[in-house]
């Protein structure tokens, strides 16, 4: 796996874990391990990056397995620089029983969980706004920048 070890360091509390994604290295990972199918990899770019890349829109309710949800948001630290079109966090749909269940890590610990709902409350940003956006770009093979 060739992003764990760019997420691995050393006196890090996490460590130990077999693996440390972030929320865009998880995603990064996914199409890593399914770069066959896809046709591509993705760069170390971060969510920003994955979202123009994915320019169709759409709504809860048209969402399937697999779909992004993208989120953006105002930091609460000021000093942290902004991101381009304010995008903080990007979680895998899965829908499920609740119909807002999603794959993600959160809370800037590595950790890959299943959540119940994709909505949560960050301690390091607000005002979020989330942006549902289809995987049927990539799975047609086209990764590249949709963004003027």
């Known amino acids: 796996m060739p992003y764990a070890k760019r997420y691995h360091q050393p006196g890090d509390e996490h460590y130990s ?4 994604l972030d929320c865009c290295a998880l995603v990064r990972q996914v199409v890593y391990d399914l770069r ?12 920003a990056y994955q979202v123009d890349t994915l320019p169709i829109t759409l709504t809860l309710e048209q969402m399937k397995p697999g779909d992004l949800i993208f ?19 990007v979680e895998i749909f899965t829908g499920g029983e609740t119909g807002e ?13 299943y959540f119940d709902s994709f909505k949560f409350t960050s301690t ?12 049927e770009t990539w799975l ?3 990764c590249r920048s949709h963004c003027d």
């Open 71 to 89: 989120y953006s948001g105002t930091y609460f630290n000021t000093k942290l620089r902004a991101q381009k079109h304010d995008m903080v966090h």
């Open 17 to 20: 874990s077999p693996i440390f």
């Open 101 to 113: 269940q999603s794959i993600g890590a959160r809370w800037q610990k590595g950790v890959v969980k």
């Open 140 to 142: 047609d093979g086209i």
């Open 36 to 47: 066959e199918e896809f046709g591509f990899q993705l760069d170390r770019w971060n969510q």
């Open 124 to 135: 390091s940003y607000h005002s979020i706004q989330f942006h549902f956006r289809s995987l």
